[in-house]
């Protein structure tokens, strides 16, 4: 089925595909492995943010994938930043990350896996297992540099 959607999105002729996590069950290498044969025929690079079954065991196997949990790149004249936030909290150094990155003058999208407590997202949100996610601390430094 994933392969079939990937094949689907690529009647739009995108630059590239975004994916917001969850794209394996737990993590292990197998999964990753097995995931990365679903891409191989892509003709265009999808770029990822870590979703929490990819770092159930920990980051390393993602990172070995995919790269950094933080990143940041240009296209098209708008900014896209993805945030590390799989176990839906935002860090000291994902703060620092994207007051290092975004920049008022630029269109920016700031992606990442859990979403922030807003309208219908606030039940499944990272504010709403009481674990203080900084998911409005983070909103409000968004809105604030837009």
């Not at 009647?11 to 969850?22: K, R």
């Amino acid at each position: 089925m994933y392969r079939g959607l990937l094949k689907q999105s690529l009647e739009y002729d995108p630059a590239f595909i975004l994916h917001t996590g969850d794209m394996v069950n737990s993590g292990t290498a197998r999964e990753f492995k097995h995931y990365a044969g679903l891409l191989q025929d892509i003709a265009v690079p999808v770029v990822h943010v870590a979703g929490n079954h990819e770092i159930r065991y920990g980051r390393s196997t993602y990172e070995k994938w995919f790269g950094a949990c933080n990143w940041s790149f240009d296209y098209g004249g708008c900014r896209f930043i993805g945030l590390d936030n799989p176990g839906g909290r935002f860090g000291k150094r994902d703060f620092e990350f994207v007051k290092a990155h975004l920049d008022a003058q630029v269109p920016t999208f700031v992606l990442f896996h859990k979403p922030l407590p807003l309208g219908r997202w606030k039940v499944h949100s990272m504010e709403s297992d009481g674990a203080g996610g900084r998911g409005t601390e983070m909103h409000k430094l968004l809105k604030s540099m837009a």
